[in-house]
């Protein structure tokens, strides 16, 4: 079973009513002749990781930020996930960015005193100019900065591409994860957007049954039911059609390492042919390429 398991809604994706009918257990012989999958653009995303985090928070009574950072850390595999919480969740909780005050002396002593810390601190911890409590912002671990400091962290964070998707206190060796919610809060607008995507683009790439679309430009994402384990072909509302397992061209039935070694072989070959066309000429005789290295 899949680890990311979601509800099949039509507010969540775009769909066919022939791709609907396609998941009825009555139509087991379309599903044979066509791989059950849906194109899921950027608002069925949101909803779909929405949902993954909705199960673990239900299953395990934790808030929104502890349920990003346990999935986070498993990839997005909700029963990975809780199942590591259950086995032991002061190392769950310490791999995936959380304070664990329960469990860990230390770590519970700083937690009770950081709004104590809070409002005695008199100056940002990275550009240490002077600041008041109220403008003072902390993820819990006892480490306060200005705002103006944690815009230009979670900016620069953000240039970073992907791994955005698992900020954490500017404070260094602090291990300690940064919820998403204050990060859209200190973010500009354009730069929250940017935020968002890339933690869409993060949820996609980590997600078993989730691929996104080869179109240029193209920010939607196809899903399977089941993730197939042979190369099928998909295609995107945007026209694109490609082999879900490779992200390749359609080439059912041959399998994706052969299609590899194929696009090598021939590009390989065509680096040979463009340095012999570009050092070589034809041998005046038997018209062979040749190279000139001397000599008239």
């Given at each position: 079973m899949s680890s990311c398991e979601f509800a099949y809604s039509d507010d969540s994706a775009s769909v066919s009513d022939d791709d609907i009918d396609s998941f009825s257990p009555l139509s087991s012989a379309r599903l044979q002749s066509r791989p059950a999958?849906?194109?899921?653009?950027e608002r069925g995303l949101f909803t779909l990781r929405r949902e993954v985090m909705d199960k673990v928070k239900s299953i395990l009574g934790v808030s929104e930020n502890e349920a990003e950072?346990?999935?986070?850390h498993k990839k997005w595999d909700s029963d990975a996930a809780v199942t590591s919480f259950f086995e032991n969740e002061r190392a769950s909780r310490v791999a995936s960015g959380l304070i664990d005050p329960d469990n860990d002396p230390d770590r519970e002593k700083l937690a009770s005193t950081s709004s104590e810390r809070t409002s005695t601190i008199s100056s940002c911890g990275i550009c240490f100019e002077s600041l008041s409590p109220a403008k003072s912002k902390s993820v819990g671990c006892g480490h306060a900065f200005c705002q103006e400091c944690w815009q230009g962290y979670l900016s620069h964070k953000v240039d970073d591409g992907l791994m955005c998707s698992d900020i954490r206190c500017p404070h260094p060796k602090c291990p300690i994860r940064v919820p998403e919610a204050?990060?859209?809060r200190i973010l500009e607008p354009d730069a929250g957007a940017r935020f968002d995507s890339f933690l869409l683009k993060s949820f996609v790439e980590q997600c078993a049954t989730l691929k996104p679309c080869v179109g240029a430009?193209?920010?939607?994402?196809?899903m399977f039911e089941v993730a197939p384990t042979q190369?099928?072909?998909?295609?995107?509302?945007c026209g694109s059609k490609f082999c879900?397992?490779?992200?390749?061209?359609?080439?059912?039935?041959?399998?994706?390492?052969?299609v590899s070694k194929w696009i090598l072989k021939n590009t390989s070959e065509a680096e040979n042919a463009n340095w012999i066309l570009s050092h070589t000429r034809p041998c005046p005789k038997?018209?062979?390429?040749?190279?000139k290295n001397g000599g008239t």
């Open positions: 999958y849906k194109v899921v653009d950072g346990l999935l986070g204050m990060t859209r430009d193209c920010n939607k994402a196809i190369p099928t072909n998909v295609e995107c509302d879900w397992l490779c992200l390749k061209q359609p080439h059912t039935p041959i399998a994706c390492d052969i038997c018209r062979r390429p040749v190279e």
